[in-house]
């Protein structure tokens, strides 16, 4: 039987019958907008996070713009931020006329690396934007002093860094709930978490026009705004997800356990490393990739051509080896199927699947841990 990288439906199989009455609930109600559903997950997610406040959007992308928006970055302003991450990270600071610097990856994590960001700030730096790649923290602890930090924790709602949740520790963080997220909707939606009373106030008027009342509109803003149906979905996953996490995270240590480190190289855990995706890295990629497909077990590659590298953002000058550890990974790193509820027995023949396509390689020898 075909292994998909992720099964999101086994996931809230078992809400199902929960999910639909609330649906039905919010059908019935007429409130389809900005109603009671999404002020009281707004308040749930803050006290889960522990924020001062949460501000549902209508996706990641645009929580990202409102963020930077409310904190007015704009044209010739520089904010640093990897280029080993999804386009919607560099996206919105291209649109709002700020200059994205890329600094390279820190190879055991995948995620910045704090010396390159030392190395690039500028006096017209006015923030970095930190992404907590595959559910792994970035070292905030290690940025310049001084600088505000954008936590893009898209794929980490849920993980912790020294015994915080990742999403409290920036001037403000951002979040997707795309439906593979480790906290996930059935549609697009998206989170601003801060801790800034008028930051907050901000980004509230900015998704709704710039206005508080649809009558006086203070503000240009946009139409940016978590749905009723989607709010009542996240409310019913929110308390499944440190239960999920944990599965994950079990997931991942069973990888290990069944030797999959002997043949490609691993993500290194951490405690608060809650496994968006499942990162490894091997110089035989493309003879993976090729026998999974074979067996119809799910993987990717992920970010093959960085963002700086990639076309849309070639006035920013970079080119070929600018950021050789980002080039690396890019060149290197697959994913894994791997969510809150893959079995052994799945995990065993994805691993059997991949001992065979290294087999007689000589790759495997050269397997360590990230």
């Known amino acids: 039987m075909a292994i998909p990288l992720v099964d999101v439906r086994a996931q809230f199989a078992p809400l199902r019958a929960r999910l639909l009455e609330a649906f039905a609930e919010v059908v019935d109600s007429g409130r389809y907008i900005l109603g009671p559903n999404v002020a ?52 919105p600071v291209m649109r709002a006329g700020a200059i994205p610097v890329f600094c390279d990856i820190d190879p ?12 690039k700030v500028t006096p017209k730096t006015k923030a970095i934007l930190a992404v907590h790649l595959a559910g792994r923290p970035a070292p905030l ?98 308390p499944e997800l440190e239960g999920w996490n944990a599965a994950r995270r079990e997931a991942a240590a069973r990888y290990a356990e069944l030797g999959l480190g002997e043949l490609v190289a691993l993500p290194a855990d951490e405690p608060g490393h809650v496994y968006h995706m499942f990162f490894v890295r091997t110089p035989e990629r493309e003879r993976v990739l090729a026998a999974l497909r074979e067996a119809e077990i799910g993987s990717a590659a992920y970010y093959r051509r960085p963002l700086h590298l990639q076309p849309a953002l070639a006035s920013l000058g970079y080119g070929p080896g600018s950021l050789p550890e980002t080039e690396r990974a890019a060149g290197d ?8 509820g893959i079995s052994a027995e799945q995990q065993e023949e994805i691993v059997a699947c991949v001992r065979g396509a290294l087999a007689g390689s000589g790759a495997a020898a050269g397997a360590r841990s990230g």
């Open 40 to 91: 009281a997950f707004e308040r749930e997610a803050a006290e889960f996070l522990g924020t001062g406040d949460a501000i549902g959007v209508a996706n990641g992308t645009d929580a990202i713009s409102l963020v930077l928006e409310a904190l007015g970055i704009g044209p010739g302003d520089e904010v640093i931020c990897p280029a080993f991450t999804f386009y919607a990270t560099a996206e």
């Open 108 to 119: 055991a994590t995948l995620n910045l690396d704090p010396a390159d960001v030392a190395a």
């Open 141 to 238: 602890d290690e940025l310049p002093d001084g600088i505000p930090v954008i936590e893009d924790s898209a794929q980490a709602f849920g993980a912790r860094l020294g015994g915080r949740r990742v999403g409290s520790m920036g001037v403000a963080a951002t979040f997707s709930f795309f439906p593979t997220k480790n906290l996930f909707a059935l549609g697009d939606g998206g989170l601003v978490a801060t801790s800034d009373p008028a930051l907050a106030e901000t980004v509230r008027m900015l998704r709704f026009h710039g206005s508080h009342d649809k009558q006086t509109f203070e503000l240009v803003g946009v139409n940016s705004r978590l749905d009723e149906l989607q709010a009542a979905a996240l409310r019913l996953f929110l």
């Open 333 to 340: 790193n697959l994913t894994l199927p791997l969510w809150a």
